[in-house]
T-cell receptor, first 112, second 116 residues
């Protein structure tokens, strides 16, 4: 089935550093969502984007809906140890059903 | 708001038995719920879309007679894994979509199924 290209696959950073990850699609999306998943837990919604060009923040997190509607990025500023986890992008394609397509995830490790 | 619960959080069963997993939306009504399966270190794989009062829509390759879904009310969907086998062992996660007209899904905490 359709998949999103999410990169990087993993990141190892020092506490206090900024982080950036992105997702791209071959088709146009009308919704981009970013989730964080801790081990053994379900994903938690971080940010939802619904308009091309939209830039939305949630605390230290900022995400943008790309102008081309085929990409989105998530930035985390001043990372802290509790940012550790797997971040997934998800999107809904234009004209598609209400199903979400998920990226493969970015595993973030923060060294204190 | 938008809290989704799952029960049980983990279950161990013997091969050949059936297991039921419940998914509840606690503070909103959900006409649509989704069931996912996740293997270790992999992304979420949609198994089926559960619609209140109607039959579930299964994704290609998912056996509907093996994974029975019942969405009997606006706050409860159940997934029953019938005649479970060790290869059914996995992390099962449900999600629910609030009736806001938007697309975001809120996920439950997941159920770890181990079939021995």
């Amino acid at each position: 089935g359709q998949q999103l290209n999410q990169s990087p696959q993993s990141m190892f950073i020092q506490e206090g550093e900024d982080v950036s990850m992105n997702c791209t699609s071959s088709s146009i999306f009308n919704t981009w969502l970013w989730y964080k998943q801790d081990p053994g837990e379900g994903p938690v919604l971080l940010i939802a984007l619904y308009k091309a060009g939209e830039l939305t923040s949630n605390g230290r997190l900022t995400a943008q809906f790309g102008i081309t509607r085929k990409d989105s990025f998530l930035n985390i500023s001043a990372s802290i140890p509790s940012d550790v986890g797997i971040y997934f992008c998800a999107g809904r394609s234009q004209g598609g059903s209400e199903k979400l397509v998920f990226g493969k995830g970015t595993k973030l490790t923060v060294n204190p | 708001g938008a809290v989704v619960s799952q029960h049980p959080s983990w279950v161990i069963c013997k091969s050949g038995t059936s297991v039921k997993i419940e998914c509840r939306s606690l503070d909103f009504q959900a006409t649509t719920m989704f069931w996912y399966r996740q293997f270790p270190k992999q992304s979420l794989m949609l198994m089926a879309t559960s619609n209140e009062g109607s039959k579930a829509t299964y994704e290609q390759g998912v056996e509907k007679d093996k994974f029975l879904i019942n969405h009997a009310s606006l706050t409860l969907s159940t997934l029953t894994v019938t005649s479970a086998h060790p290869e059914d062992s996995s992390f099962y996660i449900c999600s629910a979509r609030p009736p806001t007209g938007r697309t975001e899904q809120y996920f439950g905490p997941g159920t770890r199924l181990t079939v021995t």
